[in-house]
């Protein structure tokens, strides 16, 4: 397990990115501008604004167009004008995709997926190597528009990844600090805790190892707060003011930005009247939320399991989801081979989000350009895409929980089951 | 047995309790949409009415609710879409009466119909005095009390409800025991169903079908109970409704410019301008022109446009209407009666007070490259290192209207051009209003698609579909009005044609009607279709009504791309594969990738599927579908037709090419499984791509979808090599290149060449093609050459490769 393994697929992954760039070099900023590919939260473009505004001593988060982490900001400012010499932004979002791709061969590598230290399946050397999977998550078109597209949230991507990497290789610290980091840039993945703190738990070295399971996660949860409060407190510092706080994961939490996107939420808002719009937002945030406490519990033997699983659905009700939430979600699903045989919709699934990938941009058009069709067109497609990954996911879902099942009763390995 | 005396509040309260837990949470669902439906804001009963004739897609819904209807089939489960069905069948047409039903009253039936049956088999009679009364008919009881005492309730649909309780329930007794297990019995029913052989023979047929009713259905549309009469949606267009004064003197100031414009005749396009600017500049319009260049297929397009703008008395720069009068029309003629008229209506138009909307008049030198060169600049999305920026401009573009009028003398009626750029097409209500005005208020004759004469029967209606549908579907300019149509900007071309009474200024009035109306216009028109086939000036097909045509033919695709994904994964093709891995790893030792097929554990339910290497040959032949598009878009129109000729031939050997290719690097012969996947992916993409495209432009949809129908039945006949050799043959002819070369040749024999001269025309003709083509790609932005290599070829490619190719039966059978 080494680079030397890996590097000609790093390269030859950043030389179609780079070929890309170069040869199209309309094409970055015409998936910037896409709906499917930069949401309000992640848009490169508004980033720039931000950073125009921010290099000019002004508030970025006046003219409520800037709705992304304030440590983006000299990060970005440290890099030459992406207008003038766009060359450096492609190789950040490049070396970022690969960094990506470096922590999912590690986990695939691990072994992880197919055997945890409570639970080892049957199938368990049915599985890809650490290679296939990165290759698959670094050949995935969606992975490639997104890099193209330079939304922020490939930050966060890079972020989970690594938290889950980490914490499959016993270094429990190293691996909320990434969480935290993913939590600071996107809020959501704060959600990932639960589960994250369960596999790092079951994975600790033995030679610092804690055994109690409160002291163990009191103190996981006190490093995420301390590295979040940290980070809070440089971005006030940075900015001069808490308003960063209700200018980023208020706009997440109140959903008050209603672009529309691949999401089912903003379709929802606009059609709702304002006396619900409370009522609502609360169920729906509940709704994402709930997932987490139950497959924790019911899923304890796989903890990474749980975060696939999580990641899934995360992109389907995310307020502000985008094709790099799908390309995160796809780039987990390969680590579990070993349940593929046992899923029942993967055909139905993969012509349905394709299906409704090339239909989402079609009816998109003639809804804001050809001026033909109205937002229902565009709304109808983004139901048919959910529910493609809805299926993948309880699919998905399906599979593992069978495949624990098997393990337990193995005289049923096979045979047809019916709900009772 | 239970009588009407032993009913007490003790067994009302068991038997809620005894009800199953759905049924409480359905009336609990119930209970909470009927208080909601009390308070006003929020309509549930619009959201949730099932109205029998909105549901037949034949309607404007299509384009307003498809949300709606997408979402409503989402949420309704079989229990109510059954009876549902049931209901709007025996509604729509047994009784042929439309009535909207709504509310839960249909599963309270349906509920109430399964526990009259399940009552029945325990205690099969109730007894009211000496009568014995059977059970299972109290729900029939209930329906006719709700019907009596209750106001505004469906029978019906009531009664629909209890019969789909009633079959859901009539089983033998024993199994009807538990309620709870009649869902998974009929799911396991369902299971065994699935199982059934002879299920996987039905989808060729169902395909086969629904390629017959696609096409039927479009040779429908003609009849009059298909189409509907066109009509003025927009209240503000209030067309023929203004008198119109153009006339009188103005004649003589049209016989002044056309005079001047005889002068300029054969002047270059620069002299031309400048006294075309000089005499903007006399009636006192702003001036301002552009300059323009395209390259495409070794030649270049350039020129000036020249344009001038009135300044609305009544308005603020905000909105425009533009009058493009082109030197030139598509065909090359010289425009002379066109741009005297549209001189002679500027210099009207400038006299009067009433516009509320700038009004543009532009003169491009030709139909084709220059126009579309203002409408990008306008727009500012042109390429600004050949195309220059407009140098004053107004505000946006309402309509357009474009003359072509090199007819000499008087004429009888107007043709009215109206296809745009890529197959979309103007707003109804702008053919609508000239129509209205031209038929109504000045007399004359309209036409559609150069069908001069219109019988109205079958026949022309057929033919005017036909035609608009061809030029939808090769989607090029046919008038300058064409490149307004893409920037959402509603044009038409008129063209006087035939010999008639009607003089220039009676073409004058039209347009002045014309802008009149446009002039009245409050927003942007939106009120009517965008979406439409006319088969006749005044009747139309609506997308409602035609979609499914182009629909049925994508979907057979899909349809057998599921087959074949299922039969994949059925054993029998499954054995020799296993077979074959095992016995070619045997004899080769070659162990990479592979093993996982051989260490599979004999337990898993479905079988394994081979799928990278068809998904490779599929993914690879759609890019290599890019080489062709290039070629054919950057190569000098002198090479263009012994290209294609060279390519076309080269193209029949593809298939085995690609076939030898990949059975020589790969380990072993692709299997009949492997056949069928890759079958399989190609038609799932083809069926997408197409169901996509029939959203934007139908007819290419259709006519794409149906000449490669044929690839819905390709399959190896390892053993029967007439099969083989004759169904490739087949597809040999139905190829893009050979539809291409079929075209042309229909296209030239149309323009009357034949006997020696017939070879050289059709050369001619097909560089004429494929130039046009290229040109189509470069200036109009055309994406019909993207839709034939990118997706029709590779799909033709594919299917190809599967007819030629030989899986090893022996085996199969041997297994």
Known sequence: MGFHDTAGLYGAAAALRLALFTFFP?????????????????????????????????????????????????????????????????????????????????????????????????????????????????????????????????????????????????????????????????????????????????????????DSLVQFSLTAVLAVVACLSTLFTISYLLTGSWEFFASTYGIQLTLTDLTPNVGLWWYFFIEMFDSFRSFFLGVFWLHLSSYVGGLSIRVRSQPLAAITILLGIFSIFKPYPSIADISLSLAVVPLFRHVFPLMRYTFFAASTILYSAFLGPAFYYLWIYAGSGNANFFYAITLVWSLGQSLLVSDLTFAILRDEWEVERPEMAGKEIRQI | MPNVQSFNALRARSYLLRLPLFTRAMIAVMIAFALAGLQGAWNIQEWGALIPRELSITTKRFETEFGTLTSLALFFGPLTTIPALIYVFFDRFVLGANHAVLGASLWVFLLLGMEGVRTYKTNPYLVIGTYHVPTWTTPLFMAVVVQALVPGTSFIGHLCGVGTGYLCTSRPADELARNKRAMPRLLATILTLRRDPRLLKLPPYLSLLCIVVGVAWLLLLPLHDYSRRTYISENALLPGQVHTYFGGSDQNVFRAYRHEVDALKDKDNLEINDELENIFKTIGFKVGRQNYTYHSAGNTYTGENVYAILQAPRGDATEA???????????????????????????????????????????????????????????????????????????????????????????????????????????????????????????????????????????????????????????????????????????????????????????????????????????????????????????????????????????????????????????????????????????????????????????????????????????????????????????????????????????????SLILNMVNSTSTRPLTLQQFFLLKCFSLLLLGMFLSSLATLNFSLAFLVGLISAPLSFARPWPETPIMRFGYAALLQIASPTSAVLIGAAVYASSLGSSGAGAAAGLLDTLQHILSEAAFGWDVWGLYIPVVVWCVWWPAWLVGSVVVLGQPNMKKMKSA
């Open chain 1, 26 to 210: 309309a094409l970055p900023d015409l998936l910037t501008s896409r709906v499917e590919v930069s949401t309000p939260v992640t848009s490169f473009k508004r980033l720039q604004e931000g950073l125009f505004l921010y290099s000019h001593n002004v508030s970025p988060y006046d003219g409520g167009v800037y709705h992304q982490a304030p440590l983006l900001l000299p990060l970005f400012s440290l890099l030459p004008n992406a207008s003038m010499y766009p060359f450096f932004t492609y190789l950040v979002y490049i070396v970022v995709d690969i960094a990506t791709a470096d922590a999912l061969y590690q986990i695939a590598e691990s072994g992880e997926a197919a055997a945890s230290k409570l639970f080892t399946s049957a199938r368990k050397d049915r599985r890809w190597s650490g290679y296939v999977v990165a290759a698959i998550f670094l050949f995935n078109p969606f992975t490639i528009a997104t890099c193209l597209g330079r939304p922020t949230n490939v930050f966060t991507t890079c972020a989970i990844l690594h938290a889950v990497a980490k914490a499959i290789s016993g270094h429990p610290l190293t691996s909320m600090l990434a969480l935290s980091f993913a939590s600071y840039l996107s809020m959501y993945p704060v959600l990932l805790l639960p589960p994250l703190l369960l596999l790092a738990y079951d994975r600790q070295n033995a030679t610092n190892r804690v």
């Open chain 2, 321 to 655: 209407i533009v009058l493009v009068s082109a030197w030139k029309n598509v065909k090359g003629e010289f425009n002379r009666n066109g741009v005297a008229i549209a001189l002679t209506l500027a210099r009207y138009f400038k006299r009067w007070s009433l516009w509320s909307k700038d009004i543009i008049l532009v003169i491009p030198p030709d139909s084709r490259a220059a126009i579309q060169a203002w409408v990008d600049a306008y727009h500012d999305s042109h390429d600004s290192s050949t195309i220059a920026a407009l140098p004053i401009k107004s505000g946006l573009l309402q309509g357009a209207v474009a003359i072509d009028y090199p007819h000499e003398g008087r004429f009888e009626g107007v043709h009215i051009v109206y296809d745009g750029v890529n197959g979309q097409l103007p707003n109804l209500d702008l053919i609508n209003s000239v129509n209205n005005i031209a038929n109504g208020q000045m007399g004359m004759h309209s036409f559609i698609q150069e069908k001069l004469g219109h019988s109205d029967k079958y026949n022309d209606r057929l033919k005017t579909m036909l035609r608009g549908m061809m030029n939808q579907g090769l989607g090029h300019a046919v008038g300058p009005h064409s490149s307004f149509i893409p920037y959402h900007v509603d044009a038409i071309t008129l063209q006087p044609v035939g010999n008639g009474w009607h003089d220039e200024m009676g073409l004058g009035r039209l347009v002045e009607g014309t802008f009149r109306s446009l002039n009245n216009l409050l927003e942007h028109l939106h009120q009517s279709f965008f979406f439409y086939l006319l088969i006749q000036k005044d009747r139309f097909v609506s997308i409602g009504t035609y979609l499914p045509s182009a629909m049925l033919i994508a979907v057979n695709f899909t349809i057998m791309a599921i087959l074949l994904w299922v039969k994949s994964g059925a054993v029998g093709v499954s054995e020799p594969t296993e077979v074959s891995t095992i016995k070619s790893k045997d004899t080769v030792e070659n162990k990479e990738g592979k093993e996982d097929l051989a260490a599979k554990p004999p337990t898993s339910p479905a079988v394994e599927r081979e799928i990278y290497l068809p998904l490779g040959i599929v993914i690879a032949c759609h890019f290599l579908g890019a080489l062709p598009l290039f070629i054919f878009n950057h190569t000098p129109s002198y090479l263009l037709a012994p290209f294609f000729l060279a390519f076309s031939a080269l193209n029949i050997f593809f298939p």
